[in-house]
Structures are given as C-alpha cells and as structure tokens.
C-alpha cells in the first residue's frame, strides 16, 4: 500500500531554531546561519554564531530581518552579507535535497551537490539565464506556419524540451509548481494558435518564477492564455442590455493564486472565529472585483499569425466599467482607467495579510512536504514578507527559504511516518530521464500527452483538468490519513488503474525510450554484473537512499534471476532494477 506522509507540528524549541523565541544579536561580524547537514543542527545559536562565517549561510534565512523585526529603535535590522564556506555533504543528504529542488539530476550532480552544498548549487542556479523560451523553440521549429493555426502542433515537444533538456533546473521545478497554482490548460482554450498561446504563457511564469510575485500577477492578468482560459477576455461592463462582468477570473485570482478561501495566521493555519473559519471574500466581492478585468482585448485585430498574442492583452476603454469599486479592502476610485484599477487590485491582492502564507504553504507542498510544520510555513511567509533587504515577493529568497529550512534538511525525515509527499508523475518521469541522460537529436521530444490513466502516467504539463490542477492542495484521503488531519493531495490522481498504467509505461519507455528520446546506461553497465551494487546506485540517485535494505534484499533476489552472461541479458537485469526502483512505495513516496 502506498502511503502519502505530511508533517505536523515540529517543535523547532528541541532543535532551537524556533524564530519566535528571544533572539540573541549577535556582533556585526558574525552571521547566523542555516545548517547544511542534521549534524550540525545540533549546534545551539550561541555556538552557531561562534562558527561566524565558517558554515554555509542560507541567504534570507537571518531569523530578525527575515521576519521584518527590528533592532528596538524601529529601524529594521541589515543582514550581514552572506559568505559560503565549502563543507562537504553525505552523497544521499546531497540526492536527497535534489529531489527537492530539481526537476531532475544525475549521479554527477549529486557528486557535485555533496562536495559544494546546497547554497552555491542555488546560487549558481539563480545566476542562470534561460537557455530558450518556449515562444523561440516554436518559432525555431517553423510552428508559426499557417498550416499549424488551428492545431496544437509543436506544444508537447515544447514543454518536454524544457522540463527535460535545459539546464535552469530550480526554475523548471519552481514553474511547474506555480503551473499548479496558476493553472492554464491548452485543453482548455478556444481559438487558434493554442500552442502559442501556452508558450507565451508559459514564459511569463518561467520568466518570473525566480522574480517577484507581483511581476507574476501582472504578467498573469494580462496574459492572453488566462483571459482566454478564465474567460475575461471580451468580458463587457454592465449595460442595460443585461451584460454582466464575467466572474471567472475575479474569483479564481483570488481564490486560487493570492489569497484563499479563508483568513490566514501567520503560520498557514485558518483564524477561527465561533468555530470556524473567516472567510476571505463573498460573492458581492467577487461581483465587485469582476468590474476590473472588463474591456480586455487582443492587441490588435491581426490573427493570422501569432504574433498579437505575445503583446498581451490590452484594455477597450469604452468597454471597461469605471464606476466606483470595492472589495476585499481594495477601493477604486470612479473613473479610474483599466490599467490603473488593474494595479491597485493587483496590488492590494499581492500587499494582502493572506498571500505570504497562502503562497508559501503551496510551494513547499509542491517541493518538499505535503503537511509542513506551522514553524515552516512561518519561516517562509516571512522571507516572502521580507526577504532581507526590505522586498516583499522575492520568489527566489521564498525558494532558498523553503529547500534550507531545517525541516526539510533534517535527513532524520526519512524515518518520519508524516513528512514528506508522493512524487507526481511527471516529476518521475522527467527525474529519470535527466538521470539517464535522455535527449532529442532533432528537438522532436515525443513524449506527447502524458496524462492517459490506461496506458501512459496519468498527468501530463499543461493538461490539468481544470482551473483547480490536478490535484486540490487541500485533498485528503479516506481513513487514518483524513483522521490524522493530514493532507495528501497527489493521491487526487492516484489509483489501482492509474498506477498499473504508470508501472507499464516506464517499463516500456525504460526498456526503450520513445522515438529518438534514447536513455544512456552506460554508467550502469559495470555494475549491473552485481545486482545489489546496481541496487544501490539506483537507490542513491533516484530515491536518495530512502528505499529500505528488506525491499532492496527482496529486489535482487528478483534481479539475481536475470543473467548478465550477454549484453542483452545485462541490460534486462538494467531496467528491471530501474522498474523496480520506480515502482517501489520507498521511492514514490518522497521524504
């Protein structure tokens, strides 16, 4: 049986990080930092000041400017500057934080990871530009062609060449992840160009997933694919003809990418008021917040290129309500023109008390744990409060906060029964073909639709099934897990079928790739002779060494059986050990 885990209630006081706690100042010269290993997280603040600037610092992690304190006198505190020191990881704590921060890696990026640690890996990470937009890998591939208008031509070989073949891995994973909040669907969209569509929306959240969150609000709210999928482009101001605003993206914006459903604490956890929740909005604001996103157009009348969607949408004056608006504590003032009640929402959304937790939560449930702490969410709604340096919204500073917290650096987690999540499909896949080094001589990608729950793995990048992903953050599954207050939400596409279909669909893309998509297992060849040696590089590499001795025992027995007499029969005993891997609850489960 498959098990999701989560993580509840960690007292931070036992491992004296709990930022809530009186705060010792330590001198000018010496930084607080961010354990790189469990082992040095016993270490005491007193004793981690005394190591000043020889331990590896997490930057946007300073507990008092992180979290807006200040010195006493109202002037907020200036971090001091960040230095990294080179200490050396075990290989499964260097795998193992890959697993949360990569869309994929190989043995070498481990091996690299454990010699330098985690913070330059960021670093470097952050200082990548992207190799290629997904707007020029269409244009590149002649996909602009009229013949292609109406089809959607070109899209899956787009988003596999990113996920799979580029090197911005931080990016990638962190894209995908507000791809889960953020949700535009090409199945979704009306009209034509629909692959231009999702590559130029697509871009504006890879573009801004290590910027601001605001730039990703506006770049969102005035992108084609949402006004399209959300169905506010052409959205008409009241009239007399019975015209209403439509709500769609008004109450989604809200809802679902800001500031949920319910009052938040500081911690992530719903304000409870006469034994239940307080709700964040009511339907009179949604009617209310609908006024701003009327009057949006196309840039221009020219469709028979694709040009006009990578302008954006702009705003018809004369279609755009301008009376006077309220909700949510956001008002606009009569008369106000599109783009400034845009702003002012926008900005009134992204300044609101809701958003740092709400957004945080559902990133570190996308990267590293399906229940974080309530410690955890805190720590990271403050980085996105304040990153260190006065900025709100710092996606980049949310990132590092959330893969150095020292919850999800415990390597003492793996033994824990309620931290952790199932990996999403897509993840898998793609993890195994950065493993193993899969590429597209001629950018073909054919990897396709993924999301078949009869023979493919039942999810696939840019198909979610409607606006709300798929699977709800909040998703629960019957039984102890529900009865523990426990979320679990990639169990929303988890089934007996769709699992049978995942296991049947690796087995035969390991076995044999697909199309020009070609793995290399060279690297595994020597070992494949010893079935526990080729057991355990799998286990270091794709389950950061979380699949238990039993299971892997029982694994080469099965192996054992395999001979490696030929080279056909070495590489059968190579992808039934890779099978295995994947198919194992040790694996799936990630923690």
Not at 104 to 133: C, E, H, M, N
Not at 141 to 149: I, P, S, T
Not at 295 to 317: F, H, K, Q
Request: aromatic fraction near 8%; proline fraction near 6%.
């Amino acid at each position: 049986m498959l098990l999701p885990v989560g993580r509840w209630g960690m007292d931070m006081t036992d491992q004296d990080w709990d930022i809530a706690a009186p705060v010792e100042i330590p001198p000018p010269d010496v930084v607080l930092v961010q354990p790189e290993s469990s082992a040095l997280r016993s270490l005491s603040r007193r004793q981690l000041f005394s190591f000043g600037s020889t331990l590896p610092v997490a930057a946007g992690s300073l507990a008092l400017a992180g979290c807006g304190g200040d010195s006493g006198s109202g002037v907020p505190l200036t971090p001091p500057p960040v230095v990294v020191a080179n200490i050396p990881l075990t290989a499964t704590s260097a795998s193992r934080f890959l697993s949360h921060a990569a869309i994929g890696y190989a043995k070498a990026d481990v091996s690299s990871v454990a010699a330098t640690g985690f913070t330059p890996w960021i670093t470097a990470q952050l200082a990548l530009a992207r190799p290629q937009k997904f707007w020029d890998f269409l244009i590149a591939g002649g996909f602009d062609a009229a013949a292609n208008q109406n089809t959607t031509n070109g899209y899956e070989a787009m988003i596999w060449s990113q996920l799979i073949g580029s090197g911005d891995v931080l990016r990638q994973r962190v894209g995908l992840a507000l791809l889960d909040m953020w949700v535009v669907s090409i199945d979704g969209l009306s009209g034509s160009w629909k692959s231009f569509v999702m590559a130029d929306y697509l871009d504006r959240l890879w573009d801004n997933a290590l910027g601001n969150y605001r730039d990703i609000m506006e770049a969102v709210s005035t992108s084609v694919g949402m006004g399209i999928y959300l169905t506010f482009l052409g959205s008409l101001k009241a009239n007399t003809k019975g015209a209403i605003p439509d709500e769609n993206y008004a109450r989604e914006l809200m809802q679902l990418m800001t500031i949920g459903l319910y009052q938040l604490n500081p911690n992530g956890t719903n304000v409870i008021n006469g034994g239940g929740p307080v709700p964040t909005y009511t339907q009179a604001d949604v009617s209310q917040g609908a006024h701003i996103w009327t009057g949006y157009t196309y840039a221009n009348s020219t469709g028979t290129t694709p040009a006009r969607i990578r302008l954006g949408l702009v705003i018809d004056a004369t279609k755009h309500e301008t009376g006077s608006t309220s909700f949510v504590g956001i008002t606009i003032p009569p008369g106000s023109d599109g783009a400034t009640a845009r702003k002012l929402t926008l900005d009134g959304l992204f300044n609101h008390a809701n958003t740092g937790p709400f957004v945080s939560r559902q990133m570190i449930q996308r990267l590293v744990t399906s229940n974080p702490s309530p410690a955890y969410v805190t720590r990271v709604a403050a980085i996105f409060a304040n990153n260190g340096a006065g900025i709100r919204g710092d996606m980049a500073a949310v990132a590092r906060a959330i893969l150095t917290d020292p919850e999800a650096r415990d390597d003492s987690q793996v033994s824990s029964t309620t931290f952790g999540k199932l990996r999403e499909p897509v993840v898998r896949l793609v993890q195994w073909a950065r493993a193993f080094g899969v590429t597209s001589p001629t950018n073909l990608w054919p990897f396709g639709n993924t999301s078949s729950t009869v023979n493919r793995i039942g999810e696939s990048p840019g198909h979610a099934t409607s606006v709300f992903n798929w699977f709800r953050p909040g998703y629960s599954v019957n039984g102890p897990i529900a009865s523990a207050g426990l979320v679990a939400p990639e169990f929303q596409i988890t089934n007996e079928p769709q699992i049978v279909a995942y296991v049947n669909y690796m087995q035969n893309v390991i076995a044999y790739g697909t199309g020009e998509a070609k793995p290399d297992y060279s690297s595994l060849t020597t070992l494949a002779p010893d079935s526990m040696a080729l057991l355990a590089e799998l286990n270091l590499v794709l389950a950061a060494n979380q699949i238990s001795a039993a299971t892997l025992a029982s694994m080469k027995t099965a192996l054992d059986t395999i001979s490696t007499a030929t080279n056909t029969g070495l590489l059968n005993r190579i992808y039934a050990a890779i099978v295995l891997v994947m198919a194992s609850p040790d694996y799936l489960v990630l923690r």
